[in-house]
């Protein structure tokens, strides 16, 4: 009885670690892109409406870049914690994370700190989604 319990434990585990989520809701799919100046990665998710200034933003742009191109402040906002910020003698600037939400384009994600409030502002991820369900505060 005991063997199977830990197998149970052991399936659900990995069913958790492959990401799937619940059959009715589909993993998010994004495509990995390269920055502006080519040294890092991020990831857009999804593709813009016809006309939308989403389309008009880059992996890498800074956040006044992005504001620049939206023309407005974005409508909702907040940060977190990223998992580098328990790497021991981490000193990169994506320790922390800022998610904004444009309604009626999507959200954004990007750097927003060393572990001592320094550097950060890098768009890292863009979400196509005009609904706002992408925003999770």
Same mark, same amino acid.
């Given at each position: 009885?005991?063997?199977? *319990?830990?197998v149970a434990?052991?399936? @659900?585990?990995?069913?958790?670690?492959? =990401?799937?989520?619940?059959?009715?809701?589909?993993? %998010? /799919? !994004?495509?990995?892109? %390269? *920055?502006?100046? @080519?040294? &890092?990665? $991020?990831?857009?998710?999804?593709?813009?409406?016809? @006309?939308? %200034?989403?389309?008009?933003?880059?992996? =890498?742009?800074? *956040?006044? #870049?992005? +504001?620049?191109?939206?023309? /407005?402040?974005?409508?909702?906002q907040h940060?977190?914690?990223?998992? %580098? /910020?328990?790497i021991p &003698?981490?000193?990169?600037?994506?320790?922390? /994370?800022? +998610?904004?939400?444009?309604? $009626?384009?999507?959200?954004?994600? &990007?750097?927003? !700190?060393?572990?001592? $409030? @320094?550097? =950060? !502002?890098?768009?890292? #991820?863009?979400?196509?989604?005009? *609904?706002?369900?992408?925003? +999770?505060?």
């Amino acid at each position: 009885m005991k063997a199977l *319990s830990v197998v149970a434990i052991a399936l @659900g585990l990995a069913a958790c670690a492959s =990401g799937g989520g619940s059959p009715s809701e589909p993993a %998010k /799919r !994004g495509r990995e892109v %390269k *920055s502006i100046d @080519g040294s &890092f990665s $991020g990831e857009v998710v999804g593709e813009p409406a016809p @006309g939308a %200034k989403f389309a008009e933003l880059r992996i =890498g742009m800074s *956040s006044g #870049q992005v +504001q620049e191109v939206m023309d /407005r402040v974005p409508d909702r906002q907040h940060t977190y914690e990223s998992g %580098k /910020r328990w790497i021991p &003698f981490y000193y990169g600037n994506d320790a922390r /994370r800022m +998610q904004v939400l444009y309604r $009626g384009e999507g959200c954004l994600i &990007f750097t927003d !700190g060393n572990i001592w $409030g @320094g550097a =950060g !502002g890098d768009l890292v #991820q863009i979400e196509h989604d005009p *609904s706002g369900a992408c925003y +999770q505060p």
